[in-house]
């Protein structure tokens, strides 16, 4: 009964190569994210889709690429990748009160190191 | 943007003794989270408090909107609360910032 879950938990490729991260949440939530944790532990927040639209699309390179086939689903495909990238990625669902209001939860992150 | 800060940044604990955790922002927030970031990477929702005080536990937690601060607080501590401590806003509805995090570590 997984919440937000995350495939693959751990990713390493080449550089240059093109990857993509899945991510599936059953909570019925309208709104998903992805998340960036580096090296020192600091999480920044990438990309926020809300029942499959893009609201949030902070400064990302354009190799980086949010798919959402349906508000269950929010992927992540990343173009020509680079050393740099290396880092956690941490997908994250929240419901949209009235309020506009999130609480969010957090998929268990797919590391992933660039060679 | 908006700066979130958290104090301090590391923090040693004897088991068994008490510890409090501060999260400070510029700017008034929608929305202030806790999380606990476990040794084996997971993050783990521990309180949605933008306002007020909430228990859980050995855990609680106090936001302050009006001041611009949150407080966790953590009693008789375990060797299992050892990790990192981040607060997360959400700003201007859909602005998202994380504290730099408390790296506690509570020896046996």
């Known amino acids: 009964d997984t919440a937000v879950s995350q495939t693959p938990k751990y990713l390493v490729t080449q550089m240059g190569n093109d990857k993509s991260i899945k991510c599936e949440q059953n909570l019925g939530h309208d709104t998903m994210y992805w998340y960036k944790q580096d090296s020192k532990k600091f999480l920044k927040i990438m990309f926020s889709?809300?029942?499959?639209?893009?609201?949030i699309n902070e400064t990302v390179p354009n190799r980086f690429s949010p798919k959402s086939p349906d508000k269950a689903h929010l992927n992540l495909h990343i173009n020509s990748l680079e050393l740099g990238d290396s880092a956690v990625y941490f997908c994250a669902s929240s419901p949209r009160d009235s309020g506009g209001y999130n609480e969010q939860f957090f998929g268990p992150g797919t590391r992933l190191t660039v060679l | 943007g908006i700066q979130v800060e958290q104090s301090p940044p590391d923090l040693i604990l004897q088991e068994g003794a008490n510890s409090t955790l501060r999260c400070n922002f510029s700017?008034?927030?929608?929305?202030l989270q806790w999380f606990h970031q476990n040794p084996w990477g997971q993050l783990i929702n521990l309180f949605y408090i933008p306002s007020g005080t909430k228990q859980n536990g050995r855990l609680s937690a106090t936001t302050v909107a009006t001041e611009r601060y949150s407080l966790l607080y953590i009693s008789s501590s375990q060797t299992t609360d050892s990790g990192v401590y981040f607060c997360?806003?959400?700003?201007?509805?859909?602005?998202?910032?994380f504290g730099s995090g408390t790296k506690l570590n509570v020896k046996p």
């Open positions: 700017d008034s927030v929608n929305n």
């Open positions: 997360a806003v959400q700003y201007n509805f859909n602005k998202f910032y």
């Open positions: 889709y809300n029942n499959k639209e893009l609201i």
